[in-house]
């Protein structure tokens, strides 16, 4: 089997998603995920002006050989450009190969380790009330672990509370220039340990309870935060500190026994090497779509397990439902699954991606058809084009770019 075609196709059913379409001489097609939140353009460039032309021709089959030809053969490694286009290839070239066993991809990972796969959904209030209501609404949609954020007493737009402005106006995806988010450590470390104590109030000790901190805390403050929620049980903290210094870990873990959770932003094991050999992390956050695809995601999962550390595939609405599928192909076969990410998506997305995956009772699963299980309506993908967008960024009161 050789590939014929390989294009970039870019659509904004509500969001922008970048996708690559693999055509072989056989007439199977694969489907990778490439999007990078705010930076789409970035990759649509890399990948077909760099990577498209070199695909045409290849073995489909040859996986592994056309990573590190991608990955090695560049020179210029790592870096979510490079890792989100190999990772569209890695993706696609498994759906083609899925389909041609006639099997669904987890089958090709070494098959189902368990019958579903736990999801976390998201939760946010500006204040407790709000925060209480969305639990709620969480729960009856049928999750059964969630992730808690609040706005700050004094702050007008925190990172997680999304969609709202201080005003309660609309907040939209699509701007111009980035949105700026306002940002004081003191209240936020303040304010957080009473917004535990009363969602635990209401909903009681066993749901599971997560908390994103978004890079913004020196390691110390970390190491307070993860202390004072000790009380209350999280089922994790996320990203506590900006983790490309993974030093800074060591002195988070010294002082907290509140779970860790990290690596939504990295793209390579090497991100990782210190965080899991010493054991500073519970699990590790990576996208399929962000670490260059299923083959380096599974290697992670392996070298992760031998440290008793589990998975928690990253999947926030700006993950397509092409790498939402990848990853829970993988959620299915790995032994170490921890617990999946589903923000979910909007029906138009849906409608544009049409899947096999489900959502039900709070757990997702990939469904058995060949392959990854996602297709793409060309045409309605056409009749939503990319629009730009940017994330926000985050200032303290003095004005100082802060991490967001
Ligand atoms: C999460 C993440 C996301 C990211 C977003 C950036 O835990 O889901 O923090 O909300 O901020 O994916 O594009
Ligand atoms: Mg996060």
Redesign the pocket.
Known sequence: MKIVDARVIVTCPGRNFVTLKVTTDEGLTGLGDATL??REQAVVGYLAEHVAPLLIGLDPHRIEDTWQYLYRGAYWRRGPVTMAAIAAVDVALWDVKAKAAGLPLYQLLGGASRERIRAYGHADGRDVPELLDAVRARLDQGYRAV?IQTGVPGLKAV??VHDTTADGSAVPHQQARPLVEDWDTDAYLRHLPGVFEAVRAEFGPELPLLH?A?HRLTPIQAARLGRDLEPYRPFWL??CTPAENQEALRLVRRHTTTPLAVG?VFNTVHDYQTLITEQLIDYV?SAVTHFGGVTPLRKLSDFAAQHQIKTAI???E??SPVGTAAALHLDLAVHNFGIQ?Y?GHSPLAGEVFPHAYTFADGHLHPGDAPGLGVELDEALAAAHPYRPAY?PVNRLRDGTVHDW
């Open positions: 939140n705010g992730r990172y997680g994103d978004h996320e990203d939504e956050r990253h999947g926030p700006d993950i990410e923000a994330l």
